[in-house]
């Protein structure tokens, strides 16, 4: 007996029993079938007439969570790095929950990271820089351009008068080009992108202590 025709047969029987079936099913469907069909479609466009579709959506604009947009962002309390999903709704924080495809937390927080809601919308939070003078007894506010300038010259004037162009080792003078009076200290909510331009910024400005918050 021919292999090949015998399963020829066997695809050709196959097919036919596929096609008995389907019949089958087709035959199955009655009048009354049918018949329930269309009522039950008559009945949803009739009731889709009674709705009113325009103040449903008026309603829907009250709701919780309508006209927002959703922020990833990270924890601010330990070295875990967990991942969270910020609610904003017209520049105003509404929601804070974990976000569930981050890879460290999978959705899930601590008891501090719940509580981070409350302290981003703490009244007593600090939401611009301050500057108390030496010898003063009262903070001064400031604006984030007068801020970032302040550090500047501070970091320039550090730098200027700690710096260590050369420094001799075994009898021989070797240049180094550092500052021994400033140090860096990384998070461990950066990127790993963020903390290789952190890091080439730190070794640009002489610095040789660079430390990362996770380890202290």
């Known amino acids: 007996m ?34 329930k069909t269309s009522v039950r479609g008559c009945a949803g466009l009739a009731l889709g007439a009674l709705v009113n579709v325009e103040a449903v959506r008026a309603t829907t604009q009250t709701l919780k969570l309508s006209d927002v947009n959703e922020f990833t962002t990270s924890c601010n309390f330990c070295s875990c790095g967990c991942g969270m999903v910020a609610t904003v709704r017209e520049g105003k924080l ?8 981050h890879i460290v937390n999978r959705g899930s927080l601590c008891v501090k990271g719940i509580s981070m809601f409350a302290t981003h919308t703490s009244p007593n939070r600090l ?18 351009d007068e801020a970032i300038t302040r550090v500047a010259q501070k970091i320039q004037k550090t730098r200027d008068a700690t710096w260590i162009a050369t420094e001799k080792v ?15 200290l990384g998070g461990a909510q950066n990127t790993n992108e963020e903390c290789y331009l952190f890091q080439k910024a730190a070794r640009l400005f002489g610095l040789a202590y660079v430390e990362h918050q996770a380890r202290l």
């Not at 509404?94 to 495809?101: H, K, N, Q, R, S």
């Not at 939401?127 to 984030?144: C, F, I, N, V």
């Not at 240049?175 to 140090?183: F, K, Q």
């Open 127 to 144: 939401t611009k820089p301050m500057y108390r003078a030496p010898g003063s007894d009262h903070w001064e506010d400031l604006s984030w």
């Open 170 to 184: 075994a009898d021989k003078e070797v240049t180094v080009n550092r500052t021994d009076a400033i140090g860096f």
């Open 94 to 101: 509404i929601t804070m929950e974990g976000d569930f495809d």
């Open 2 to 35: 021919d292999p090949n025709k015998s399963e020829e047969h066997g695809m050709t029987q196959e097919m036919r029993n596929t096609t008995k079936e389907s019949s089958k099913v087709l035959t199955e469907v009655t009048r009354r079938d049918w018949f």
